[in-house]
């Protein structure tokens, strides 16, 4: 027959702890927390997630600005008109 390991009546041991004085006791867990302070938590994780992920971001591309690409670019053309013509020319 197959022992079960130091625990609770269902085998679970983390459900109790080792003292320093070589007793066993029954490990003591938080109190429940209500659900805003749950939520807080993980919005304030969250939170130090994207700024770690933001310095890494502009670590790695040198915090250089957007760039627009070719087809974004606005016709030289039209940038030169006057504000008169250049609204004409763009409706």
């Known amino acids: ?39 807080r938590g993980f919005s304030e994780q969250k939170r130090a997630d994207a700024k770690d992920w933001a310095r890494k971001q502009l670590a790695r591309t040198g915090n250089r600005k957007h760039r627009p690409r070719e087809k974004q670019k606005p016709d030289p053309t039209v940038a030169k008109a006057s504000k008169r013509l250049a609204s004409r020319f763009t409706r």
């Open 1 to 39: 027959m197959v022992s079960k390991p130091p625990g609770d009546a269902h085998g679970v041991e983390w459900f109790t702890t080792t003292n320093p004085d070589g007793t066993v006791s029954e490990r003591k867990f938080p109190l429940p927390r209500s659900f805003a302070n749950v939520k």
